[in-house]
């Protein structure tokens, strides 16, 4: 056996695969942190004066009983949430407009920090029959509504100047209304985040990723070119990685285009993605309590074959790169379960631009311990025997690990 392939550390693979994950999961939650933290002082700093106090879908919302000055009276409610793009850009034509027009009602509603706003939001959305993506900045004045930052800017003054002593507007009433860009109702949070990471390590732990890298670095390393085989293991990593972000991509845009034309999809695909989660946890305490009977969180025994096949065919760091484009779909039974949770908990909860970073972050952690076995056999920290050895023992224990994780999750989701 070649002397890369030796070692007399087995233990230190698994260690340096456990520090790394601990300091890529402290980093991005620092940054998490931070930008909570920002958003709550914002929040803090907000002083508006009007109060939503009882409102609610059973009863029409307050109306002034006063005489009408003979200035414009209407009277607008605004919902938006602190940190909201759109809503920033919205910011100061509202400020103008009650600076030229002040006897001007507006009442302003804060969705991130209020859960009742949120709801009394959806109420008004499901009053008016709304069948489409749901989002801030949004705002209500008499029959009318505007969703996004440039009918509100484009459309309101005039709307102003058309009803100008416009009462408050109602729920259970009916409404037309003007759509463009909006941000999403709910915002990432640091339990979100929990989430995220959570289920990245999940996929990162799963045994059957690890055991596809050990077959096809099994043929490459017998060939007798370590850095032949180093560059070709890499090029597979990065054919997952690229793969699982592009599905990921495909699943939220599926997400947010069914969300677009059907109001209720949201509430739904988040019920759906709860029990989800928690079949996929029980799958898994399933294959730790009885492994290899029934179902189970693996690639299927009848598709094994064909891809040893596939992965020992691989010569080079080409054909490795694209023999992970194909290996990608044998892996997605079982490192696909925390993905889907992951994008359907994301696709009404963020936008694209925020999307995209937490999906190369979720697939960095996935193909991390990928990526240290490469190293690992190269350097000759550890070898591929030993590191299959160690999968075999403690396939038991990674199930476990992993539906405690998906079990907890599932639960979570109902709760936040």
Not at 173 to 189: C, E, K, V, Y
Not at 235 to 242: V, Y
Request: one cysteine or more; hydrophobic letters at 45%.
């Amino acid at each position: 056996m070649k002397k890369y392939l030796l070692t007399k550390k087995p233990r230190t693979t698994l260690s340096l695969i456990t520090l790394i994950i601990t300091l890529t999961f402290l980093l991005f939650l620092s940054i998490i942190l931070t930008q909570t933290a920002t958003i709550q002082t914002a929040a803090a700093q907000t002083t508006d004066t009007t109060q939503t106090e009882n409102l609610n879908s059973q009863t029409t919302l307050p109306q002034d009983t006063l005489s009408p000055p003979a200035s414009p009276t209407s009277c607008i409610y605004y919902f938006y949430g602190n940190g909201c793009q759109y809503c920033e850009k919205v910011k100061p034509v509202l400020n103008d407009l009650q600076s030229r027009y002040p006897n001007l009602e507006l009442h302003k509603f804060e969705i991130y920090h209020d859960k009742e706003n949120s709801k009394l939001l959806n109420n008004f959305l499901d009053s008016y029959d709304y069948q489409g993506q749901r989002g801030i900045p949004a705002l209500f004045i008499a029959d009318k509504y505007f969703l996004g930052d440039k009918p509100i800017i484009e459309n309101l003054e005039k709307e102003l100047l058309d009803n100008p002593d416009a009462v408050c507007p109602k729920i259970n009433g009916q409404g037309t209304g003007i759509t463009g860009n909006t941000s999403p109702m709910t915002r990432l949070t640091f339990t979100s985040f929990i989430a995220i990471a959570g289920a990245a390590i999940v996929d990162s732990i799963n045994p059957c990723a690890i055991a596809v890298l050990l077959i096809l670095l099994t043929s490459l390393f017998l060939i007798g070119k370590p850095k032949k085989a180093l560059s070709s293991g890499l090029a597979f990593t990065l054919s997952i990685f690229l793969m699982y972000f592009l599905i990921g991509l495909g699943l939220i845009t599926l997400f947010k285009g069914i969300s677009s034309v059907w109001s209720y999809a949201a509430r739904i695909l988040r019920i759906f993605i709860g029990f989800f989660a928690i079949g996929i946890g029980l799958a898994n305490l399933k294959d730790f309590f009885w492994y290899g009977k029934g179902f189970t969180t693996e690639i299927p025994l009848k598709w094994r074959p064909i891809l040893k096949r596939m992965l020992h065919k691989v010569t080079s760091p080409k054909g490795a790169f694209i023999i992970g484009i194909f290996v990608t779909a044998f892996e997605l039974p079982c490192t696909g379960g925390p993905y889907f949770f992951v994008t359907g908990f994301l696709a009404n909860q963020v936008s694209y631009a925020a999307i995209i970073p937490i999906l190369l972050f979720y697939n960095f952690i996935f193909v991390l311990p990928l990526l240290i076995l490469n190293f690992a056999f190269f350097f000759g920290l550890t070898t591929i025997e030993k590191t299959e050895r160690w999968r075999q023992r403690n396939i038991r224990l990674l199930h476990l690990i992993a539906g405690m994780i998906m079990l907890g999750l599932g639960i979570m989701v109902f709760f936040v």
